[in-house]
Nanobody, 116 residues
Framework: QVQLVESGGGLVQAGGSLRLSCAAS????????MGWYRQAPGKQRELVAA???????NYADSVKGRFTISRDNAKNTGYLQMNSLKPEDTAVYYC??????????WGQGTQVTVSS
C-alpha cells in the first residue's frame, strides 16, 4: 500500500521556521517528481514547490527565497524547509508524488499556522 505521511507542521510566530517531512512507504520515490502544495481555508490548493526526480526545483513566487524543497531518496523522504514564515503561509500542507502527469499518491496533510 502506497502511503505518504507529512509531519513537522505546527504553530510558529511570524519570521520563524519549520521543516516539513514527507515520508513514503510502499513506493520508492526516486523515479517520481515530488510536490508540496498548500490549501488555506476557503482557497484552492496551490503548488508551493516541486522537485523532479533529477533534482530540478521550482517554486511559487510567493515562497521564492524563503522555502527550499529537497529530497533524500535513500531515506525515501522529501522535505520542505520554510524560513521567514508569514501569516499568509498558514495552510494545510500536502505532498504528492507524480510520474509525468499522473499523480501517484497524496499525503494526508499537516497544518502550519503562522501567528503575527
Amino acid at each position: 500500500q502506497v502511503q505518504l505521511v507529512e509531519s513537522g507542521g505546527g504553530l510558529v510566530q511570524a519570521g520563524g521556521s519549520l521543516r516539513l517531512s514527507c515520508a513514503a512507504s510502499g513506493i520508492s520515490i526516486d523515479i517520481y517528481a515530488m510536490g508540496w502544495y498548500r490549501q488555506a481555508p476557503g482557497k484552492q490548493r496551490e503548488l508551493v514547490a516541486a522537485t523532479t526526480s533529477g533534482g530540478i526545483t521550482n517554486y511559487a513566487d510567493s515562497v521564492k527565497g524563503r522555502f527550499t524543497i529537497s529530497r533524500d531518496n535513500a531515506k525515501n523522504t522529501g522535505y520542505l524547509q520554510m524560513n521567514s514564515l508569514k501569516p499568509e503561509d498558514t495552510a494545510v500542507y500536502y505532498c504528492n508524488l507524480k510520474y509525468g502527469s499522473i499523480i501517484r499518491a497524496w499525503g494526508q496533510g499537516t497544518q502550519v499556522t503562522v501567528s503575527s
